[in-house]
């Protein structure tokens, strides 16, 4: 049987690197990839490497900041134009240093 590819998240609840079911939605463990807090949009890598945009406001400790590298929890949702987003971070480790 060949490899279907990539689930889109939410299809059956493990894609993407699912960690812990948390009711409808599942957290997820990465890591901050890029963050510009001019514009306070950044990016977070899933465990599994995948890839998601986030706005600050999606910080859920209020501070609108994190740094590169910092282990965060989170979850995906959609978002405009058929793509998906990461919501609800929460910082659950400091960036490792060099």
């Known amino acids: 049987m060949s490899d279907p590819g990539p689930r889109w998240p939410g299809e059956d ?6 960690v812990v079911a948390s009711g409808t939605r599942s957290s997820r463990l990465g890591r901050v ?4 807090s001019e514009r306070g949009l950044g990016l977070v890598v899933a465990v599994d490497g995948a890839v998601f ?19 965060v ?15 609800g971070l929460i910082l659950v480790g400091p960036a490792e240093p060099d």
Do not use: C, K, L, N
């Open 33 to 36: 990839q890029a963050f510009d």
């Open 13 to 18: 609840g493990t894609a993407f690197g699912d």
């Open 53 to 71: 945009g986030f706005h600050s406001t999606a910080i859920s400790d209020g501070s609108r900041r994190v740094a590169v590298g910092d282990a």
């Open 73 to 87: 929890s989170f979850a995906v949702a959609a978002a405009h134009g058929g793509r998906y987003e990461a919501v």
